[in-house]
């Protein structure tokens, strides 16, 4: 009788143990996955800010006017629609917006510095290094979403982030920017 308690007891122990080791593995793998998530709303967040200044600089010299063109007025609506996008919770949406967004506002750049250096020639040479360091940030912070992604995809795929992806609700694969 006295063999069967202590083997009673070393398999509770054992058990014991691998739960709490099962549980340490989880809370890593939850953790893993949620800094590289958090590093991605992160890069995404500043290319928001990014966008943001552009356009408020792009559009200060060549704004989009419903009045003249039925065509600015859709290109108006679709830039506000994906720029209210850039702020949605789903990170898949916020990439899709991202790419949007900069498809109509990268042709104005060219026109909104020429415009700039036509009226204000001694403020030009600033307002083109503004827009120029905010195209790095935006590449910058392109450079770093898409690090953070190949890593959570990459963790994704194997054990106990698999686990986690579906216990803890994340995301199984995001998508990168290009």
């Given at each position: 009788m006295e063999r069967l308690g202590r083997r009673a007891h070393y398999l509770r122990l054992a058990a014991t143990v691998l739960?709490?080791?099962?549980?340490a593995g989880l809370f890593v793998s939850w953790q893993s996955l949620r800094s590289k998530h958090l590093a991605a709303e992160k890069s995404l967040t500043q290319i928001w800010l990014a966008l943001d200044f552009q356009k408020t600089m792009i559009?200060?010299?060549?704004?989009?006017?419903?009045d003249n063109r039925p065509q600015?007025?859709?290109?108006?609506?679709?830039?506000?629609d994906a720029f209210g996008e850039l702020r949605a919770?789903?990170?898949?949406?916020?990439?899709?917006?991202?790419?949007v967004v900069q498809g109509i506002l990268s042709p104005r750049i060219p026109r909104a510095n020429a415009r700039m250096n036509a009226e204000f020639p001694v403020l030009a040479a600033k307002y083109a290094r503004d827009l120029t360091d905010s195209m790095r940030d935006i590449k910058n912070s392109k450079t770093s979403y898409n690090s953070a992604v190949s890593d959570y995809n990459r963790e994704g795929k194997s054990f106990p982030w698999?686990?986690?992806h579906h216990l803890f609700g994340f995301p199984e694969r995001l998508v990168p920017l290009k």
């Open positions: 739960l709490i080791l099962a549980a559009f200060r010299q060549v704004p989009l006017d419903p600015d007025a859709a290109t108006r609506r679709k830039f506000d919770d789903n990170l898949a949406t916020r990439v899709q917006a991202i790419q698999n686990i986690a």
